[in-house]
């Protein structure tokens, strides 16, 4: 594996948006980052090369935000809370159509919610996504389109 600057220089960005992904809050999303940082340094020599380093890196931040979770459990509630706060916010501010959207990707089931993000907003591809998922590049498109499909019914239903 090449040194860690150089994997933090050129993996940085990718871990931050898929953690920002899952926050939705730029502060924690950076916190967990180094976070994950740290905890790849720490297992860097577990890391057999079976998979790529991004994802071998959004794996553990997976973990990383897991164990964030854990140790806040109010704060599920309170990113509810404040996405209706925004929603309300964003009618004013911005289209019905994007809050409509935003609110249809929230209500998703999980793993569909995450692919819907980690495409989305994370900006990963169908393999980065099956990698981090544990699952196929052929599930991750299938399961995107499919709730893209899903959310596209829900739209059409409610005008």
Request: proline share 2%; glycine share 4%.
């Amino acid at each position: 594996m090449k040194t860690m600057d150089e994997v933090y220089n050129r993996y940085a960005m990718t871990v931050y948006r898929y953690l920002l992904s899952l926050t939705r809050d730029p502060g924690v999303a950076e916190e967990l980052t180094q976070e994950t940082f740290y905890q790849a340094i720490r297992s860097s020599s577990k890391y057999d090369g079976s998979s790529s380093v991004s994802t071998w890196l959004c794996a553990i931040a997976k973990r990383v935000h897991l164990a964030y979770l854990r140790k806040h459990p109010h704060v599920e509630d309170i990113a509810s809370a404040d996405i209706a706060e925004r929603s309300a916010e964003d009618s004013v501010i911005e289209n019905e159509a994007r809050r409509e959207l935003l609110i249809k990707l929230h209500k998703l089931r999980e793993p569909a919610r995450e692919v819907m993000y980690l495409r989305l907003f994370g900006g990963l591809s169908f393999r980065e996504i099956g990698e981090i998922l544990g699952k196929t590049e052929n599930w991750a498109r299938v399961t995107y389109f499919r709730s893209k499909e899903s959310i596209r019914k829900d739209l059409e239903e409610d005008e």
